[in-house]
């Protein structure tokens, strides 16, 4: 309850030292071998079709959370919500059910991650209803 009553400090440090590509960013998002984001969320990106409703919309990210709650969320979203089906893109520790190819590896490269966020930041609009 303790996780509910206060979030988890977001991390403000980049992983990288070179800034994020937006452009890089929607392509991991809209790829559905590497990224995943469209199994459970909808996005502004309409060529793709068949996206997900299990997650809350990526329209309006950007003015919903700052760069450094965006970055937890893809680093290890589990810190905010224990219960989420969202992966930890950028942790290695303590998972389970990992195959053994995978095992120390994370989902994303940290260019990748900063690739999403700057992306996602783009993303200030809310949904159409």
């Not at 790829?31 to 909808?42: A, E, I, N, V, Y």
């Not at 089906?85 to 995978?102: D, F, K």
Request: charged letters at 25%; aromatic letters at 4%; one cysteine or more.
């Amino acid at each position: 309850m303790l996780l509910l009553a206060a979030p988890a400090r977001a991390d403000e440090t980049p992983l990288t030292t070179t800034p994020g590509n937006p452009q890089n960013g929607r392509a991991i998002v809209a790829d559905r071998t590497r990224g995943l984001c469209l199994l459970c969320h909808t996005g502004p990106i309409p060529e793709e079709r068949f996206q997900g409703n299990l997650a809350p919309p990526l329209d309006g990210a950007g003015s919903r959370w700052s760069a450094a709650e965006l970055r937890l969320r893809l680093v290890d979203g589990k810190r905010l919500n224990p219960d989420s089906i969202m992966p930890s893109y950028y942790r290695v520790e303590g998972l389970h059910r990992v195959s053994p190819a995978q095992r120390g590896r994370t989902i994303l490269a940290a260019q990748e991650i900063e690739d999403v966020v700057a992306y996602l930041l783009t993303l200030r609009e809310d949904p159409p209803r």
